[in-house]
């Protein structure tokens, strides 16, 4: 259950056979290769180069270890890019072209960069496609990172007009869904049409939107496009994707993860947590600078878990300090182990870790590995070695299903780039804080996209389904769940107009509400909420209710509707703090007979099968909410700092 990622191509020949027994020694199973290696594939162009590549393969495959072999198409060579120009993308913000010297250098809506990074992936499959020692593959490597869904090339503004015109039936259907008439931006073809970038003020949100999708569309049909052609050249093997999350992406990545068979997330808790965490005070802060944020990394897995619904593996997970966040510390110790069960307790099924050795040259010199560039153990390696020892003894159950989902919408997190309304307003964060007060309770949690299923689910949350499709209605309509819907559902069209009859559009047939205002204030000068006789803070996004036959739950500080329900289905009209989240949900957990057991500071459960992991984020001992009569597989009672407890219920 445990592998690395390593780069025959970094080191002598002469170092792979004890690199390879080594590896085994401490229990790793899988290796990962390949992913940058084009340079040595391919030196010239038509030139393929395997014999070292066949001889590592032969190396690491006698030693016992499974391979997962990548397409090299994230770093493209010198000689395509000098051959082939227009592979580089172009910047949005700047117009600039992003160069050579890095990598990620392509352009998805370039025809030639297409064709390219296919002969490339079948010359590889080719290959190895039927390679014994060969289980599977990895397509790229965290596709969009770095910022490169959306590119201002000349290739993207044809691409664009083209899928525009598959998307209308004319350019006056266009004009007409746009609104183009405004501001005078109507067009006579769809050849007039500009990407939505260097206008003089902000361009109209429809377009905005429109490029998003086609952006999304064209990374999609780029990566099924290379599944097929793995799949063609090399059956019997998974293919599977090292994402990186949707709020960075900037693309779909339920439609990416589509023809995988399972999806891999890359685990980098301190440089997100240095990150994301940028302007918390430094007293709240410090708690999670050596271990990351409790629930980062958890929501994090339990979406790579929503993209396939099938266990998923950590392709990369951070072994010691980074070098690429604002600052770089240690994780503290026992937190390498940790972060791996962690990843196990919420459905891994793998959990790799990068890299094998530290390089000693080029940009991620500064970034650990569990050997030192001098071959010495580095921190985590004992970790792992007890990690792989205690994962042998202890067999892991499938994941089930969670009690509550949440729908998570890349159309609200598009929205929430292109129309903000409020600086205070920003739809990962709802989406964080829903899941942040649901842990909280103790609850585990899947997420979805709209349109599942979801039979089996007591309690479904959507912090902002904005432009629900039938589909999506239907979902929640033929759902037996308790549902909470938050601000800005049913907000648009899809074509980013307001819904006739006001918002909350065709979600009005769940329940007959309208919203009549919005309003957005500073974080600092919020407005209130009052829930029974308690009162909390409302401000960041309010809006003012007709509540129709809606009963009224909770109220603003004036006594107008700011929670109401209609049989099972809930419409919180603003975000509020994770005061009045917490008692919320856990009333509606009781009335469903969700379990709930709630937990404070570093701890967080989740459960895997009739086992419960405690982890225990903070640097103190606590006892595991354990029930009398549980019994202790991993560790007991007590759970010391940066450890965990797992148990089964009597
Ligand atoms: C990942 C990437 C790896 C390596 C790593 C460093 O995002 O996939 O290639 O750069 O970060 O932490």
Redesign the pocket.
């Known amino acids: 259950m445990l592998g690395v990622c390593y780069y025959p191509e970094h080191w002598p020949e002469s170092w792979w056979a004890e690199d390879a027994a080594r590896m085994v020694r401490l229990g790793l199973r899988h290796v990962r290769i390949g992913?940058?290696a084009w340079s040595r594939i391919e030196p010239e162009p038509g030139v393929f180069n395997w014999s070292w590549l066949d001889r590592a393969i032969a190396v690491l495959g006698a030693a016992g270890l499974k391979i997962v072999i990548c397409t090299p198409t994230a770093t493209p060579p010198k000689w395509l890019i000098d051959r082939y120009p227009d592979i580089l993308p172009v910047d949005p913000a700047t117009g600039r072209v992003r160069g050579f010297g890095s990598r990620r250098h392509t352009d998805f809506s370039s025809p030639v960069w297409v064709a390219e990074a296919m002969r490339i992936s079948a010359a590889v499959a080719d290959r190895y496609g039927n390679n014994p020692h060969v289980a599977g593959w990895q397509t790229d490597?965290?596709l969009c990172?770095h910022d490169t869904a959306l590119s201002a090339s000349p290739a993207a503004l044809m691409g664009f007009r083209t899928w525009l015109a598959g998307q209308y039936p004319s350019i006056a259907a266009l004009n007409s869904a746009w609104g183009n008439v405004f501001w005078s931006m109507e067009y006579r073809g769809f050849d007039e049409i500009e990407l939505p970038f260097g206008a003089v003020t902000e361009t109209s949100p429809a377009h905005r939107m429109a490029f998003r999708r086609y952006a999304s569309d064209t990374v999609a049909a780029f990566h099924a496009a290379m599944v097929a052609i793995i799949r063609a050249r090399s059956p019997g093997r998974f293919v599977t994707h090292?994402f990186?999350p949707m709020p960075e992406t900037g693309v779909d990545n339920h439609a990416l993860a589509a023809p995988l068979d399972f999806a891999s997330y890359?685990n980098?808790p301190l440089?997100r947590a240095d990150l994301a965490l940028a302007r918390t005070p430094a007293a709240d802060f410090r708690p999670w600078m050596r271990t990351g944020h409790p629930d980062f990394q958890a929501i994090l897995f339990d979406q790579t878990r929503g993209l396939t619904g099938r266990p998923f593996w950590v392709m990369?997970q951070?072994p010691g300090p980074?070098?690429?966040a604002r600052h770089n510390p240690a994780p503290a110790p026992g937190m390498v182990r940790l972060w791996s069960w962690e990843a196990f307790a919420h459905g891994a099924a793998v959990v790799s870790f990068?890299r094998w050795r530290q390089a000693p040259f080029a940009q991620?010199q500064m970034?650990a590995g569990l050997l030192r560039p001098d071959s010495t153990e580095a921190e985590a390696w004992p970790e792992i070695a007890r990690l792989a020892g205690e994962l042998s003894a202890l067999p892991l159950p499938e994941p089930g299903r969670a009690p509550a989902a949440i729908i998570i919408d890349i159309e609200a997190q598009y929205l929430s780039d292109i129309e903000r309304q409020g600086r205070g307003y920003d739809y990962n964060a709802v989406v964080a804080q829903w899941y942040g007060a649901l842990r909280g309770l103790g609850v585990d949690v899947d997420f979805v996209p709209p349109g599942t299923d979801l039979t089996g689910y007591g309690l479904v949350l959507a912090p902002a389904l904005v432009m629900p499709d039938s589909a999506a209605v239907a979902a929640l309509q033929e759902a037996k769940a308790i549902i909470v819907l938050g601000p800005r559902s049913g907000t648009k069209t899809h074509d980013v107009t307001l819904p006739e009859g006001l918002p909350p559009g065709p979600l009005r047939a769940l329940l007959p509400i309208r919203v009549l205002a919005v309003e957005t204030l500073r974080p600092d000068c919020p407005g209130g909420i009052s829930l029974g006789d308690q009162d909390f803070e409302s401000g960041r996004w309010r809006e003012s209710l007709d509540p129709g036959e809606a009963c009224v739950i909770a109220t603003y500080e004036d006594g107008a509707p700011a929670l109401v329900r209609h049989g099972r289905v809930h419409y919180l009209a603003t975000l509020t703090d994770d005061g009045f989240l917490a008692p919320f949900f856990a009333s509606l957990c009781s009335e469903v007979g969700i379990t709930m057991t709630p937990v404070t500071g570093g701890l967080r459960l989740r459960r895997r099968g009739d086992l419960v992991f405690a982890i225990n984020y903070g640097a103190d001992a606590v006892l595991a909410p354990a029930p009398d009569g549980a019994v202790f597989v991993l560790g007991g009672r007590r759970i010391a700092g940066h450890d965990l407890a797992i148990w089964r219920n009597a």
Do not use: A
């Open positions: 992913e940058f490597n965290e990172c090292n990186i890359d980098y440089g990369e951070q980074v070098n690429w990068f991620e970034h």
